[in-house]
């Protein structure tokens, strides 16, 4: 028996009004018509609960794009779960936070793209979201809901680091995320438009560095460093179907928010099949669960228990092979095709964005 996630990510909609070119979500963006329903959801968050998930986190698109998020809390909380909304704070407004918090909603993590209005909605694609985030920010610490502010930086936004850090404190966040970019979804076709160069990663690690003894009274600082740049792989998902698991708007179970970029593997549906069996039984999740399925390098490595050979979808996306070591790693053999791109794109000339948009429905 594989002991049961920690973290169920609900991927409620894909809908968003922002843009964000970095978006995790995947390309083909599913509409309305296909999203779970209320009374769906409730029941999935009661199995989750009842295979033992302990914290479930409201995320999208834009969560607060569902009409029935406040019905969606109370269900989650009902169920035992605690319950983290990752927003951009558009489409909320005080009084649906209010409501929102009456619900039970134990936590809000907000995104923010920029410290200054040009910059976030430049990067968000949204002319005005900047100041109806800060409206919903100073509304969530007024409420006293703890407040995570999630930063992605990339090179547009990381040499403003150490003022994002102070602007968070001065929100009132109890932490700030910075999380360099990852090149999945909707970022990998952006890649050369949001690589840092490796002095800008340099300059962000001292300031985390810095930043984190002179804000420990006041606010925890998270830093996920962009892994292009790393000797080693992080430990995608703690290790495949072994902590976590998302569920995409239209009730498909997937290992990571990048599995569907893997070729061969069948995701069931919480519409089809209890959810504790399918993270015990699903194909998907038994597919890279472990180590059996490994090749060299990781197989004779030492170090697979630490990272289980970094992320099977960087894996893919890079090396055309799921089961291959995540080329970040020093001992792959694809890590000089990571060199090449970083030598070719971190430091040129930035295209324009991507944003990441619904395709027009026929
Ligand atoms: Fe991790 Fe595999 Fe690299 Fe070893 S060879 S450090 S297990 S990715
Ligand atoms: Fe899928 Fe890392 S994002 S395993």
Redesign the pocket.
Known sequence: MTSPPIALLAELTHRCPLACPYCSNPLDLLAREAELDTETWARVFREAAAMGVLQLHLSGGEPASRRDLEALVTSAREAGLYVNLITSGIGLTPARLQALADAGLDHVQLSLQGITAEKADRIGGYAGGFARKMTIAAEVTKIGLPLTVNAVMHRHNIDDLEATIAFAANLGARRIEVACVQFYGWALPNRAALLPSRDQVIAAKRIVDAARPAYAHRMAIDFVPPDYYAD??KACMGGWGSTGLNIAPDGKVLPCHAAATIPGLTFDSVQDRPLAEIWQHGTAFTAYRGHGW?Q????S??????????CRCQAMALAADPRA??P?????PARAMVDRIIAAEATAPAPAFTYRRLAPQA
């Open positions: 080693f792989p490994m060299d390098p990781c197989k490595c030492a170090r697979r228990e630490i990272d289980h050979g970094g070591a995540d970040v790693c020093r001992h792959s």
